[in-house]
């Protein structure tokens, strides 16, 4: 069984900055990748930040240079940091765990809502 428990989402200007946390827990043994997904009103969930069990990093274009995605390997959390947030920043945030066949875990979002 394994849950992930996500913080830090909230109401913010534009311009400003948030730090995304989720803390994995469970039956975690090795971890192929984890992620950051968000989704807007009307549309489709979509990446905006990935890290591999090699450390490798994908942002989506949309958030290059505004977002960092990093991990505590011991404690099994994943953060994202945002800075410059726009108002198309604004969706629910989504945690995604994937481990060695499995199916991907996901955290039940956090709110990012960023004002003009």
């Known amino acids: 069984q394994v849950q992930l428990v996500e913080s830090g989402g909230g109401l913010v200007q534009a311009g400003g900055s948030l730090r995304l946390s989720c803390a994995a827990s469970?039956?975690?043994?090795?971890?192929?990748?984890m992620g950051w997904y968000r989704q807007a009103p009307g549309n489709q969930r979509e990446l905006v930040a990935g890290i591999t069990r090699a450390g490798a990093t994908n942002y989506a274009d949309s958030v290059k240079g505004r977002f960092t995605i990093s991990r505590e390997n011991a404690k099994n959390t994943l953060y994202l940091q945002m800075n410059s947030l726009k108002p198309e920043d604004t969706g629910v945030y989504y945690c995604?765990?994937?481990?060695?066949?499995?199916?991907?875990?996901w955290g039940q979002g956090t709110q990012v809502t960023v004002s003009s």
């Open positions: 469970g039956s975690i043994f090795s971890i192929n990748a």
């Open positions: 995604n765990l994937w481990l060695p066949g499995r199916n991907p875990y």
